[in-house]
């Protein structure tokens, strides 16, 4: 699935399923929640935390849709075309960051 029609897909399911988008405070609310979830997953399934009762049970390919759904969300209500931006994103990111990761020594492990 391209990103514009991930784009189109939530914007219709947000139109008929879920009736209207939240405001963008509430969508950035969420967002910051599910960002948590895949926080504590992480910090469990690969840091040094230890898991709860039942808390294994997540999945992190959910808890990462969740982002990317919510994400797009906020993306689609403030008019911003995420392939364009995503492609403006990665264009700065190589202008400036060429040289400055290969001359990390910290990255040469």
């Known amino acids: 699935m391209e990103i514009k029609e991930a784009q189109q897909i939530i914007d219709k399911w947000i139109k008929t399923t879920g009736v209207r988008y ?58 911003v075309d995420l392939t364009e931006a995503l492609k403006k994103n990665i264009k700065k990111k190589t202008a400036r960051d060429s040289m400055r990761h290969k001359g990390n020594k910290k990255l040469l492990d």
């Open 22 to 79: 939240f405001n963008e405070l509430t969508n950035m609310a969420m967002l910051t929640e599910e960002v948590g979830e895949v926080a504590r997953i992480m910090g469990r399934k690969y840091g040094e935390q230890s898991y709860k009762n039942n808390e294994d049970t997540k999945d992190l390919g959910d808890e990462l849709a969740d982002v990317l759904f919510v994400l797009i969300c906020i993306a689609n209500q403030t008019g």
